[in-house]
């Protein structure tokens, strides 16, 4: 997170467009098998010009300000191929997306587009969880022999085994806002009560076992 301003407002369009749902008292099941009480969608982004513009606008912002102007900005599929097109068209960089593994068909492709050995990379990300497919990208786009400067990301629950990820691939992570701000923001606009905010907390201590209890 690299501006707290603007970090509180992304947060706040997110609640208001309902990208993200807050409902600890009727958790929602993740593919993970984890419950949760947040649910996170930011390609509702795109349905809203307003939200959108400011988003695009931002992430530019955090690539530039964070790491320069790259030579590439590259998206991972799916949730960061769009954010990723719009950040690319806002700087006047060229763009490639990384599917999570290579197809099973045609050229068996992982990145689509032009990557070229040696090129600066920026990766765009909608959301963070613990980061494993998002460093995925990361890898796959070093494994071109592009140097991979770091990530921005919209979104990211903060946890720790993520920035242990992160750290440990050596790429730096930016996000344009995260779940602290954004449980500050639901409580302060009564998305949330006293209670719900201290479920969100245990869950943020230990997600895998959290049960909403």
């Known amino acids: 997170m690299y501006d ?28 993970s098998g984890w419950k949760s009480p947040i649910y996170c969608d930011n390609r509702k982004i795109l349905s809203y010009p307003r939200v959108r513009t400011y988003v695009r606008q931002e992430l530019a912002k955090g690539v530039q300000d964070n790491f320069g102007k790259p030579d590439l900005i590259a998206g991972v599929a799916t949730g960061g191929i769009a954010h990723g097109v719009l950040v690319a068209q806002d700087l006047g960089t060229p763009f490639a997306y990384v599917r999570p593994k290579p197809k099973g068909h045609g050229l068996s492709n992982q990145i689509e587009g032009v990557v070229e050995s040696g090129q600066s990379v920026i990766v765009i990300e909608d959301l963070i969880s613990t980061g494993n497919s998002s460093l995925n990208a990361v890898e796959a786009l070093r494994e071109t022999g592009c140097t991979v400067k770091g990530m921005v990301a919209i979104f990211s629950y903060g946890f720790d085994q993520a920035n242990e990820n992160f750290k440990a691939k050596k790429c730096p992570l930016v996000t344009l806002t995260n779940y602290d701000v954004l449980v500050e923001v639901a409580l302060e606009r009564n998305h949330i009560t006293e209670k719900d905010l201290r479920l969100l907390q245990t869950w943020r201590e230990d997600p895998a076992s959290w049960t909403g209890n």
């Open 4 to 31: 707290r301003d603007s970090a509180l407002k992304v947060a706040e369009f997110l609640l208001q467009i309902k990208a993200i749902i807050l409902r600890p008292n009727e958790p929602f099941n993740w593919a």
